[in-house]
């Protein structure tokens, strides 16, 4: 295998959030345009000055990346469209980057936005993938709650994971989000309320399942000079990975991609994982995020549940992890989820994080995954942001 080009010379800046919403009348195109906006106005740029976009929405459709740019009056000469939900964040990352550095563009948008009107969610799950609407959907088996609640199960078993050792995410987790001003989720939430939480799909209970909402979330990517030209504040990316339908062969997906590469994302870095300071983790389930910190090399696979009863979890703790609330206490916008950490993660190495903010953050991993096309994720991917001088 060659040797990977690495990402220097390219600035992520920029982050913007729209306020989540449980349910709007609003479509996906006006949330993605909102947090476009809001980036745009944090840069001090007009539309006229992005030459790239990438975007990720499963409810644009009928319209496209490409339909978006007529609806908002853009005009660029690098277009991307990233059907890939939990993952799309660090896909985006990693395509803009390389156009940036390609000089195929000189100023990339990547948004993720999706709207959550009445019965729509209903609508994504029945048509979301062709195993879905042959093999699933027609004999009630729609969603995902009953995938990850098998999941879920065969992890109890093989690593020896209690409810309580997942109540730990979900509570460090919503203790989190009563830091963030965008989070769905404002009320706390102790142990006792997670573990006499109504069942949804045993062992999966209320808590464990990601909330759908809308919102939309955005970053810009340009060179490293026109972000100081700027002022901007500016984070860089130390290494990159993606994988896709990693470990076919396992019976039941209690790993993923993420192993394949690791070892060579930590290289690209220049670093280990004692060296990280922050962990953003795609979080739709906190089996996920388990599943997550083995493979990503914080601890050996199966040692999770011991992990996270001996490390701190909040902005405060020794090991902070999902800084903003992630998705099961922020919410899930769509595709938007796959950025949520990554736009999160940006804002802390850059210090700009707010009542979030993780003191001393120079450095934060972001994961991500998605898909779930039939019984698995088949999407991974990886980044190590740093902040300017770290």
Known sequence: ???????????LVAPASTEYRRYSIETAHWWIATALRQALD?????PADLDGLSLASFTLFPDSAVGLTQHLGLCPRWLD????????????????????????????????GDTNQIDSFRQLLSSFSRFATDAAYPYGYGGPNANFALLTDRYMQECGATREDFGRICVSQRQNA????RAVMKKPLSME????????????ALFDCVMPCAGAEAFLVMPVEEAERRNLPY?????????????????????????????????????????????????????????????????????????????????TGDFPHNTSGGQLSGGQAGAAGGFI??????????????????????RAMVSGFGMINYDRGLCTGAAILEGAGA
Not at 92 to 106: H, I, K, T, Y
Not at 247 to 256: S, V
Request: overall charge negative.
């Open 1 to 11: 295998m060659n040797a990977r080009q690495s990402y220097e010379g390219v600035a």
């Open 42 to 46: 944090v840069a001090g740029l007009r």
């Open 81 to 112: 469209h990233i059907p890939m939900g939990g993952a799309a964040g660090i896909v985006a990352l990693r395509r803009a980057a390389r156009a940036v550095q390609a000089g195929d563009a000189s100023i990339v948008a990547c948004v993720a």
């Open 178 to 181: 009563l830091k963030s001003p």
């Open 193 to 204: 309320q997670y573990l006499a939480a109504r069942p949804i799909a045993d062992p999966i």
């Open 235 to 315: 984070a860089t990316i130390a290494g990159a990975i993606e994988r896709h339908n990693a470990h076919a062969e396992d019976p039941i997906q209690l790993r993923g991609g993420w192993t394949m590469d690791i070892d060579e994302l930590y290289a690209q870095a220049g670093c280990g994982p004692a060296d990280i300071d922050l962990l953003q983790t795609y979080d739709d389930y906190p089996v996920i995020s388990m599943m997550q910190i083995e493979d990503l090399g914080f601890c050996a696979k199966g040692e999770a549940p011991r992990f996270v009863r001996e490390h701190d979890l909040t902005t």
């Open 341 to 362: 950490g990554l736009v999160e993660a940006i804002r802390q190495v850059t210090g700009t994080a707010g009542g979030t903010q993780v003191a001393g953050a120079r």
